[in-house]
């Protein structure tokens, strides 16, 4: 029998490839490391399966692209139809290279068609893509990423959902036979269903055992199928949305970025921090600090002056600001969200002199400019939709969403438009960041949309390679790496409210790193659930991520300034070894806490963050146990905001006295006893490496 194997390896996981008789590959092992001489001969011959009664003569391989005319037991990964009807390719093995990474070639040279998976190992993680060609045009309807075995020790899928305001809700679903499938078909990766799925093997928790992970990089939404065949194996199958891709002779399954942890679910958030960090994001400028912004939207909304906005840099200013934001209203005709979209050029009733004043203004104050867009929309009101009403993504009479359309950017004359409008506004103004929001959903799946965002923000950073970009899409309805690929940050939620943004912030630092999150202190009383919140709580949670503001300064009082002053004032000291290392999430024993562990990158020093979020049901605080550090060394731990005690907190707690010094060993297995706390309390403890 000819066989051939590939490996793949990283410093955390291996990836095990076998073709056999010129057939299509698969994957026969996938996870933590394999020793180096391992023989992938007798693995691979350990891997084959026994076969039972009431069965095929022959168990068909689950290869990296099951085939449905081999004819496989569960869901093929990849679906064609041609003009005579559906497709069914069998893939012949044509060539390897391993010049890049690894990538292998496939044919069926009766129906013209030619498959190639690449396989690249990227520090802790690797990353997999297939693509489709065809000699003729054909309609995908499915493609997947390299299909990868399930793990059989895993009990649960773990996934994640949400919606406008409660992004990143964990939930977890038992393996069972037939198919656990997600698939987000609103146009972009979504609130609803974040490109991204675990798998824990039994036993897995925040801290210890083994997980795997899987991330696609694709913004224009996206489908994971978790298959439990009859015969009891599983396929993990990720890629683009059904039918997203249409006709054509050139097919991609975007890339799918796989991780492997035997440290729990912190393993798996440190490889993909690294990766979007390190690998992904394109820095203007890797040495300049992460800068605190001030975004005006839920100071003023729609309400713009002069005066107004220069009193509010002054204050934002004082408070620690940096970078000032001018959110939505600033152009055509806009006072609502009704109108202006589209027309890229500044409101003069607002603007008599432009926006140069206020520019002046805020560089004046010590902080540089930023400015809100949303390029890929149209109002009907707008010079633009009246100019060019064939420019719209769909049916005219379409369901509007907040008011607005969609232009089609698959058009090269929409993408010269906006181009050439938004390339105006940077030659014309000194401006270093563009806050990109996307505030409805697609009328249809079509991936050429995406593609066309895609093209758009590659030409403009080009142009323009020193201005950072946020993505934004009604707050976290557009993250994943592929946008990332071309902006430096994401806005998680359009929810302020501290205590919603401590369950999302903990639970997306499994995907994201606090460098490119952005997290703002809100108004004393939330806009978006009415919750009043101390403002140390508001202050701490927002300096786990990118910081900023959005509120109105004038609303503070002496007390509050004070506070957030100070904690910016923290921020500022420790942002640029806390954004250069890594974010663990910790277990907690207490489930009205959530808690988390900040490392610099030679561990030479870190920051707890436990925020209580709720009431516990038992009478004392539990302690803490951390993770990540050397359980030989010393470390010593300081509290850094004692002031929060509440007058119920009366006993012995060493950290309030004073300075504490223990082991790595005794703080992971014993943890460190913090004060009582009330709700909307965040306990901030710093530890050094003394020995």
Not at 16 to 29: D, F, K, P, S, W
Not at 195 to 210: F, K, Y
Not at 677 to 683: D, E, G, I, L, N
Request: proline residues 6%.
């Amino acid at each position: 029998m000819n066989t051939i194997h590939y490996r793949l390896d990283t410093p955390v996981q291996t990836l095990v490839l076998r073709i056999r008789n010129q057939g299509m590959a698969e994957a026969i092992y996938w996870g933590s490391n394999l020793p180096e001489d391992e023989d992938l001969g007798m693995l691979s011959s350990a891997h084959d399966i026994d076969l039972g009664g009431g069965m095929l003569d022959a168990t068909v391989p689950l290869s990296i692209c099951p085939e449905a005319s081999a004819p496989f037991p569960g869901q093929a990964g990849l679906s064609l139809s041609g003009e005579a009807g559906v497709l069914q390719p069998t893939f012949r093995f044509e060539s390897a290279d391993d010049n890049d990474g690894l990538t292998l070639r496939f044919s069926d040279e009766t129906l013209g068609l030619a498959y190639t998976a690449h396989f690249k190992a990227v520090g802790d993680v690797i990353v997999a893509s297939s693509e489709v060609r065809s000699q003729t045009p054909v309609c995908c309807h499915w493609l997947a990423a390299p299909v990868l075995p399930g793990a059989q020790s895993s009990e649960k899928i773990t996934d994640w959902h949400g919606t406008w305001l409660r992004e990143f809700h964990r939930q977890e679903t038992p393996w069972s036979h037939g198919i656990r499938m997600r698939e987000a078909r609103t146009g972009r990766s979504g609130h609803e269903h974040p490109p991204m799925a675990m798998i824990p093997l039994r036993g897995a928790t925040r801290t210890a055992g083994e997980v795997h992970a899987l991330q696609l990089a694709w913004s224009g939404g996206h489908r994971f199928v978790a298959e439990q065949l009859p015969d009891g194996r599983r396929q993990l199958q990720m890629g683009r949305a059904w039918d997203a891709d249409g006709r054509g002779t050139r097919f991609s399954s975007s890339d799918l970025v796989m991780a492997v942890s035997t440290e729990g679910e912190a393993g798996i958030a440190r490889s993909f921090q690294r990766y979007i960090r390190d690998q992904v994001v394109v820095w203007p400028d890797p040495a300049r600090s992460r800068p605190v912004h001030y975004n005006c939207w839920e100071a003023i909304y729609f309400d713009h002056s002069l005066e107004g906005l220069s009193e509010i840099a002054e204050r934002a200013a004082r408070l620690g600001a940096e970078r000032f934001v001018l959110d939505d209203g600033w152009f055509g005709k806009r006072d609502d969200d009704t109108s202006s979209l589209g027309d890229w050029t500044i409101d003069r009733r607002k603007w008599p002199d432009g926006l140069t004043p206020l520019i002046d203004k805020v560089h004046g104050e010590g902080m540089s400019f930023g400015l809100w867009v949303e390029p890929e929309m149209v109002n009907l009101d707008s010079d633009l939709y009246r100019s060019h009403p064939d420019w719209l993504l769909g049916p005219k009479d379409q369901l509007t969403g907040r008011f607005q359309h969609l232009l089609d950017l698959s058009r090269p004359e929409v993408r010269d438009y906006l181009f050439d409008a938004l390339d105006a506004i940077l030659r014309a103004h000194d401006i270093d960041y563009l806050k990109w929001d996307h505030n409805r959903l697609l009328p249809l799946v079509d991936a050429a949309q995406t593609d066309g965002v895609y093209a758009l923000l590659d030409r403009l950073r080009a142009a323009h390679p020193t201005v950072e970009i946020e993505s934004c899409a009604s707050g976290g309805g557009r993250i994943d790496i592929g946008i990332l690929a071309r902006t430096h940050r994401v806005w998680l939620s359009d929810s302020n409210d501290a205590i919603e943004r401590l369950r999302m912030q903990h639970e997306a630092a499994l995907l994201l790193p606090p460098a490119v999150t952005g997290s703002h202190v809100g108004p004393r009383k939330s806009h978006s659930s009415g919750r009043i919140l101390p403002m140390s709580f508001r202050a701490w949670v927002a300096a786990q991520r990118h910081m900023g503001f959005e509120m109105d300064p004038r609303e503070l009082d002496e007390e509050e300034s004070e506070i957030l002053t100070r904690v910016t004032r923290w921020w500022k000291q420790t942002r640029d070894w806390r954004m250069a290392g890594d974010t663990i999430p910790l277990d907690s024993d207490d489930e009205a806490v959530i808690s988390e562990l900040q490392i610099a990158a030679d561990r030479s020093r870190f920051v707890v963050f436990a925020g209580r979020h709720a009431s516990s049901v038992q009478s004392l605080p539990l302690a803490q146990k951390l993770a990540a550090l050397d359980p030989n060394a010393r470390y010593r731990l300081h509290l850094v905001n004692p002031e929060d005690r509440p007058p119920q907190s009366r006993g012995h707690v060493a950290l309030v006295t004073g300075d504490v010094t223990m082991s790595g060993a005794a703080l992971m297995t014993h943890g460190i006893n913090l004060p009582l706390s009330w709700p909307a309390t965040m306990w901030v403890v710093e530890g050094e490496r003394i020995a």
